[in-house]
T-cell receptor, first 111, second 114 residues
Framework: GESVGLHLPTLSVQEGDNSIINCAYS??????FIWYKQESGKGPQFIID?????DKRQGQRVTVLLNKTVKHLSLQIAATQPGDSAVYFC??????????FGTGTRLLVSP | EAGVAQSPRYKIIEKRQSVAFWCNPI?????LYWYQQILGQGPKLLIQ????????DSQLPKDRFSAERLKGVDSTLKIQPAKLEDSAVYLC????????????FGSGTQLSVL
């Protein structure tokens, strides 16, 4: 299958470590944000979302933090596993349900 | 529930040829999107449908790209004539209403223009 993100920023971690992936978004009026995971040869898969009226949201092993002051979004993955290896994209809703994706970060998890 | 279906999975054509991609969204999803993903980049929205009407096609190169969603269900995206820079993965996504909702993506069609 296709290899996604040959020239993307890369975060390398050891299995069991916590991972933090950061994203700077562009539009201060964006009201909804989503993190997606994309494995090679597959479409993006939803991880977690957050609305602009929240600062933090937790899911299973994942936490998203939103700092509207500096237009920054982060995804925290607890106890990272080899299956978490993928490219991660943040996306912002810039209006009229139009999602704009960031450039992505490749996460590499070593056993 | 069944996911978003796309076909073909791969397509190789020569420049100036035409090509068409097909998408069947998740049943009941009113909003359908076509995204273009160039290698090493995030997906870029080409066109968004709400039922069978176009909501946003501001980034669709209308001189060569066209899309339709007849009857508000399946959709096709066409490129005619293709250029080398059209080589990318074309992703279809759908959501129930499109309002503060996650998009469900298909696996995409990988297009190579030679």
């Amino acid at each position: 299958g296709e290899s996604v993100g040959l020239h993307l920023p890369t975060l390398s971690v050891q299995e069991g470590d916590n991972s933090i992936i950061n994203c700077a978004y562009s539009n201060s009026a964006s009201d909804y944000f989503i993190w997606y995971k994309q494995e090679s040869g597959k479409g993006p898969q939803f991880i977690i979302d957050i609305r602009s009226n929240m600062d933090k949201r937790q899911g299973q092993r994942v936490t998203v933090l939103l700092n509207k002051t500096v237009k920054h979004l982060s995804l925290q993955i607890a106890a990272t596993q080899p299956g978490d290896s993928a490219v991660y994209f943040c996306a912002e809703n810039t209006g009229f349900q139009k999602l704009v994706f960031g450039t992505g970060t490749r996460l590499l998890v070593s056993p | 529930e069944a996911g978003v279906a796309q076909s073909p999975r791969y397509k190789i054509i020569e420049k100036r040829q035409s090509v068409a991609f097909w998408c069947n969204p998740i049943s009941g999803h009113a909003t359908l999107y076509w995204y273009q993903q160039i290698l090493g980049q995030g997906p870029k929205l080409l066109i968004q449908f709400q039922n069978n009407g176009v909501v946003d096609d501001s980034q669709l190169p209308k001189d060569r790209f066209s899309a339709e969603r007849l009857k508000g269900v399946d959709s096709t995206l066409k490129i005619q004539p293709a250029k080398l820079e059209d080589s990318a993965v074309y992703l279809c996504a759908s959501s129930y209403t499109g309002v503060f909702e996650k998009l469900f993506f298909g696996s995409g069609t990988q297009l190579s223009v030679l």
